[in-house]
């Protein structure tokens, strides 16, 4: 990674072992536009997303965490600019972009947006493709779920297909004409309401990237599972659902049309309602950390309510808190089968593993730490 992009060959974006310290997510805001069906915290219009209240990261915090990052050397397999809302939202957004690959250059495979598209019009795509920066390049993720209107209103929650579809094609033709080093991702979560849909939404955006793409850019089409509650009820039922659709439309892993097509052949969690036994040390303790709207550092992607929390990057470095006592109790405990607060509700991601190193680096760091 962190090559030019004629010579990138692949991304982290289905289930592959991140390198470094993990992947990190930054959440520009925890606002959103939709109300999708298979997210919580907006369809149901959570007060508070995750235990703080709704708002927008402020850029003089960003660019001290940005900061902080390289002062402490920090080298992520990619970041992702999301998490419990729509960085859309951001009206800063490009300038995070442009800042991160000026500053992480190096220390980062690349950056990856994940959009739904709506608030995205052609001048700030146009605003997006001028943000990339030699060596690191952009990866953005389009969630759409759906081929019709119809379809797209009942699973998203608002009639905004038609012009998610307009910003994206702006965006590709541009891509075209100016070279810029952006791949993108269209992303189908497959879930009862839209399953009907996968083999004209992998028609559609396979005929159209494979027109207005080439060799020089990574493209692809991700159908996703649908994650329900960390592994609660209904989750064994959405992923029948969803070996059931792959099935039907003969959709596989592979090439269609120049487009690299993707699936997930991994449930998303070790333990679910039709699935028990076999739970280790959760993965997301040492590969996903994620950097809260207000700079609060959290140790894991899956919690939705703000429980593991380690402090904030307003007045501590990454590395004092991501490898300071708390995060290493944290690990200690999973490794000793320990699952309290919203772990124990937890099915533990299983996108990622828990390596033998992992282990050894956080039993010695307990060691020095005396935890």
């Given amino acids: 990674m962190g090559c030019a992009?004629?010579?990138?060959?692949?991304?982290?974006?289905?289930?592959?072992?991140?390198?470094h310290d993990g992947v990190l997510q930054i959440e520009p805001t925890d606002q959103c536009n939709l109300r999708c069906k298979m997210c919580a915290p907006h369809h149901e219009g959570?007060?508070?997303?995750?235990?703080?209240?709704?708002?927008?990261?402020?850029?003089?915090?960003?660019?001290?965490?940005?900061?902080?990052?390289v002062a402490d050397d920090c080298r992520f397999d990619h970041i992702i600019f999301q998490w419990l809302g729509d960085p859309s939202l951001h009206p800063e957004l490009p300038t995070m972009l442009s800042l991160a690959a000026e500053s992480l250059a190096g220390r980062v495979g690349y950056l990856r947006v994940d959009t739904n598209a709506i608030r995205l019009p052609p001048s700030r795509m146009d605003a997006l493709l001028a943000a990339v920066r030699p060596g690191v390049p952009l990866l953005l993720v389009f969630t759409l779920d759906a081929h019709t209107q119809k379809t797209y209103e009942a699973v998203k929650g608002v009639d905004a297909l038609a012009k998610a579809r307009r910003n994206?094609?702006?965006?590709?033709?541009?891509?075209?004409?100016?070279?810029?080093?952006?791949?993108?991702?269209?992303?189908?979560?497959?879930?009862?309401?839209?399953?009907?849909?996968?083999?004209?939404?992998?028609?559609?955006?396979?005929?159209l990237l494979g027109c207005q793409g080439g060799d020089q850019w990574h493209d692809e089409l991700m159908f996703k599972r649908l994650s329900v509650g960390g592994g609660s009820d209904g989750q064994a039922e959405a992923d029948d659902l969803y070996e059931r659709t792959m099935r039907r439309f003969g959709i596989r892993a592979g090439k269609v049309g120049g487009v690299h097509v993707h699936v997930w052949s991994k449930r998303p969690w070790v333990e679910d309602d039709g699935h028990t036994g076999d739970r280790g040390a959760c993965p997301?303790?040492?590969?996903?950390?994620?950097?809260?709207h207000d700079g609060g550092l959290m140790m894991c992607c899956a919690d939705l309510r703000g429980e593991l929390s380690?402090?904030?990057?307003?007045?501590?470095?990454?590395?004092?808190?991501?490898?300071g006592p708390i995060a290493t109790r944290m690990r200690m405990e999973h490794l000793a089968g320990q699952f309290e607060g919203v772990c124990a509700g937890c099915g533990g991601i299983n996108w990622y593993a828990t390596t033998e190193s992992m282990e050894d680096e956080a039993r010695a760091r307990a060691v020095e730490l005396g935890v």
Wanted: glycine share 8%; hydrophobic share 40%.
């Fill in 310 to 323: 380690l402090g904030n990057l307003a007045n501590h470095g990454f590395r004092e808190l991501w490898q």
């Fill in 46 to 69: 959570w007060a508070q997303v995750h235990s703080v209240p709704k708002g927008i990261m402020d850029m003089s915090l960003y660019r001290r965490i940005i900061s902080g990052l």
């Fill in 284 to 292: 997301g303790l040492w590969l996903t950390p994620v950097i809260r």
């Fill in 168 to 207: 994206i094609r702006h965006l590709i033709r541009m891509r075209k004409r100016t070279g810029a080093a952006v791949n993108i991702q269209l992303q189908f979560v497959v879930q009862s309401g839209n399953e009907h849909e996968v083999g004209d939404f992998l028609d559609y955006w396979s005929d």
């Fill in 5 to 19: 992009l004629g010579t990138v060959s692949r991304y982290n974006t289905h289930c592959m072992q991140p390198k």
